[in-house]
T-cell receptor, first 114, second 120 residues
Framework: AQSVSQHNHHVILSEAASLELGCNYSYGGTVNLFWYVQYPGQHLQLLLKYFSGDPLVKGIKGFEAEFIKSKFSFNLRKPSVQWSDTAEYFCAVNGWGGSYIPTFGRGTSLIVHP | EAGVAQSPRYKIIEKRQSVAFWCNPISGHATLYWYQQILGQGPKLLIQFQNNGVVDDSQLPKDRFSAERLKGVDSTLKIQPAKLEDSAVYLC??????????????????FGPGTRLLVL
């Protein structure tokens, strides 16, 4: 069975600080990896995803994530956060287990102080 | 385009009562997902449909939860009878069966606003 671990449950930063949110997954086969974001009062939406090719994936709003297969990791990064990045961030994996079943991490709450 | 619609947005019931949630996916999306999100946790998949067939329901507590997607479009999730631990947000999401740019399993999910259930 696949699983996802997000190590940082709560992160507080000041504007312009750099961000890295950790995500590790447990699955031995080919995986599809996602970061979803939920801004206050809004629906969950896709930030970025990896399914093949270049392991460095760029998403919306200046976010990027790097898939490191040897470390089973898919960490999310942003060089300079803004107040508007305040949100809940979820890492998800979708691996083959007879069918593709998405599994989400417990999420990281990010607060950015202006 | 219209997003994923869910109703009701909020529901308060007493334990042992029954409740139903409705979801209408984005037009043309063959895959529909129901998730349970307990406070402080990530979404947990309850059931996944492809058109009107079940892809996976391994995490659906079948003694009390049921779901259907008749005609392969909208879907209902029912809880009967409800327990205190069912208090959660129930999310519906939809996706294309396969996106042109990626392989199976790489599809983007589009989420609805969720239904917040409180069981007293």
């Amino acid at each position: 069975a696949q699983s996802v671990s997000q190590h940082n449950h709560h992160v507080i930063l000041s504007e312009a600080a750099s961000l890295e949110l950790g995500c590790n997954y447990s699955y031995g086969g080919t995986v599809n990896l996602f970061w979803y974001v939920q801004y206050p009062g809004q629906h969950l939406q896709l930030l970025l995803k990896y399914f093949s090719g270049d392991p460095l994936v760029k998403g919306i709003k200046g976010f990027e994530a790097e898939f490191i297969k040897s470390k089973f990791s898919f960490n999310l990064r942003k060089p300079s956060v803004q107040w508007s990045d305040t949100a809940e961030y979820f890492c998800a994996v979708n691996g083959w287990g007879g069918s593709y079943i998405p599994t989400f991490g417990r999420g990281t709450s990010l607060i950015v102080h202006p | 385009e219209a997003g994923v619609a869910q109703s009701p947005r909020y529901k308060i019931i007493e334990k042992r009562q029954s409740v139903a949630f409705w979801c209408n996916p984005i037009s043309g999306h063959a895959t529909l997902y129901w998730y349970q999100q307990i406070l402080g946790q990530g979404p947990k998949l309850l059931i996944q449909f492809q058109n009107n067939g079940v892809v996976d329901d391994s995490q659906l507590p079948k003694d009390r939860f049921s779901a259907e997607r008749l005609k392969g479009v909208d879907s209902t999730l029912k809880i009967q009878p409800a327990k205190l631990e069912d208090s959660a947000v129930y999310l519906c999401a939809s996706s294309l069966a396969l996106e042109a740019s990626g392989g199976f399993g790489s599809e983007t999910q589009y989420f609805g606003p969720g239904t917040r259930l409180l069981v007293l």
